[in-house]
């Protein structure tokens, strides 16, 4: 019972965070999104780098993209505390019905790997060369963010057995 309350209070934690960080993305639009615009113009990355012609500093499609962050960690938020309450509901139940109750927080912690791995690591910080940013740099928060979800999608994954304290 220990181990799925453990369980279950990591993916609200998680689901706590990303419910912040939509608060702040829709009541504080203008921070973050410098961030993104920046990145995307790869206007702080380092002079005359033979990488500047994949920057993208459209307005349009600078706010695109950004919107569909926010859209990618909303669907992310309500997935997260979707499977907090199947994991609460399922708490007392036999092992096999947590472990059936792992599927929604399994697709949204996946979900939030590939947002930290594909949106920032990847995309903006090899495609968009945000490494080379001292100002813009997203890197150490994303690996970090993606560090913190892994290892509690390791600790989900773990199947429960009957007994378990």
Same mark, same amino acid.
């Given at each position: 019972?220990?181990?799925?309350?453990? @369980?279950?209070?990591?993916?609200?934690?998680?689901?706590?965070?990303?419910?912040?960080? %939509?608060?702040?993305?829709?009541?504080?639009?203008?921070?973050?999104? /410098?961030?993104?615009?920046?990145?995307?113009?790869?206007?702080?990355?380092?002079?005359?780098?033979? !990488?500047?012609?994949?920057?993208?500093?459209?307005?349009?499609?600078?706010?695109?993209?950004?919107?569909?962050?926010?859209?990618?960690?909303?669907?992310?938020?309500?997935?997260?505390?979707?499977?907090?309450? @199947?994991?609460?509901?399922?708490?007392? /139940?036999?092992?096999?019905?947590?472990?059936?109750? @792992?599927?929604?927080?399994?697709?949204?912690?996946?979900?939030?790997?590939?947002?930290?791995?594909?949106?920032?690591?990847?995309?903006? !910080? *090899?495609?968009?060369?945000?490494?080379?940013?001292?100002?813009?740099?997203?890197?150490?928060?994303?690996?970090?963010?993606?560090? %913190?979800?892994?290892?509690?999608?390791?600790?989900?994954? /773990?199947? *429960?057995?009957? !007994? /378990?304290?």
């Amino acid at each position: 019972m220990i181990t799925r309350a453990a @369980k279950m209070l990591l993916l609200a934690g998680i689901a706590l965070f990303y419910t912040l960080v %939509v608060f702040n993305n829709t009541t504080d639009f203008d921070s973050n999104y /410098q961030l993104v615009r920046h990145v995307l113009m790869m206007d702080t990355t380092f002079p005359g780098n033979n !990488g500047m012609w994949r920057a993208m500093s459209a307005p349009g499609f600078q706010l695109v993209f950004y919107i569909s962050i926010i859209a990618w960690e909303f669907v992310t938020c309500i997935l997260l505390w979707f499977g907090v309450v @199947k994991l609460g509901r399922a708490l007392r /139940q036999p092992a096999a019905a947590f472990n059936a109750a @792992k599927r929604i927080p399994i697709l949204a912690l996946t979900l939030s790997l590939l947002m930290w791995l594909v949106a920032f690591l990847a995309v903006g !910080g *090899e495609w968009f060369l945000m490494w080379q940013s001292h100002m813009w740099n997203g890197q150490e928060a994303a690996f970090r963010m993606f560090a %913190v979800v892994g290892i509690a999608m390791l600790i989900l994954l /773990q199947p *429960e057995t009957e !007994g /378990q304290p």
